[in-house]
């Protein structure tokens, strides 16, 4: 079974600009969530979707949003880009939302000029 | 107080000995717990999932939860080079989100 794949794997982009970011999920998987991971504040949670609803929300601005498709693929865009933004973009999915075992895509690495 | 702790490290330990690694969170209420390895610029890879009080065993690793310490840990036994790496702990509690530690970082030296 193929696992999470996200899409692009690096992207450069300059203060101001916006990006969008794909994540799908293995097959079967309902449940995508996305973490943002630096050097300095490690692994934070973003959001949760389940069935192309918002389940769960972290503590970031509302610069970051996302969706979710009826075929459980996602994407999370950025807004007005922040130098702070740079980080590794990580989407996980699971069989359903919730306690449910999460696993993790090989990330997008955003660095913002 | 940061909701799910680790220690930095690094962690050292000879190759074939026992490597632990433990992980204290705040919240009592919390119900599920991971623990995920992490290769410098890879992704964070699960490798063991622990929900109830006790020991879980799954080849080499082994996975401990003290609900009433908050606590949980990591054991892995006869540790090899490759599993040098960062290994992060993760807990799902009332908030339903799954929140990580920073990680631990471990060496395992021949």
């Known amino acids: 079974k193929a696992g999470v794949t996200q899409t692009p794997r690096y992207l450069i982009k300059t203060r101001g600009q916006q990006v969008t970011l794909s994540c799908s999920p293995i097959s079967g998987h309902r449940s995508v969530s996305w973490y943002q991971q630096t050097p300095g504040q490690g692994l934070q949670f973003l959001f949760e979707y389940f069935s192309e609803t918002q389940r769960n929300k972290g503590n970031f601005p509302g610069r970051f949003s996302g969706r979710q498709f009826s075929n459980s693929r996602s994407e999370m865009n950025v807004s007005t880009l922040e130098l702070g933004d740079s980080a590794l973009y990580l989407c996980a999915s699971s069989l359903q939302e919730g306690y449910n075992e999460q696993f993790f895509g090989p990330g997008t690495r955003l660095t913002v000029l | 107080q940061k909701e799910v702790e680790q220690n930095s490290g690094p962690l050292s330990v000879p190759e074939g000995a026992i490597a632990s690694l433990n992980c204290t969170y705040s919240d009592r209420g919390s119900q599920s717990f991971f623990w995920y390895r992490q290769y410098s610029g890879k992704s964070p890879e699960l490798i063991m999932s622990?929900?109830?009080?006790g020991d879980k065993e799954d080849g080499r690793f082994t996975a401990q939860l003290n609900k009433a310490s908050q606590y949980v840990s990591l054991l892995i036994r006869d540790s090899q080079p490759s599993d040098s790496a960062t290994y992060l702990c993760?807990?799902?509690?009332?908030?339903?989100?799954?929140?990580f530690g920073t990680g631990t970082r471990l060496q395992v030296f021949p």
């Open positions: 993760a807990v799902i509690g009332n908030t339903d989100k799954l929140i």
């Open positions: 622990i929900y109830s009080n």
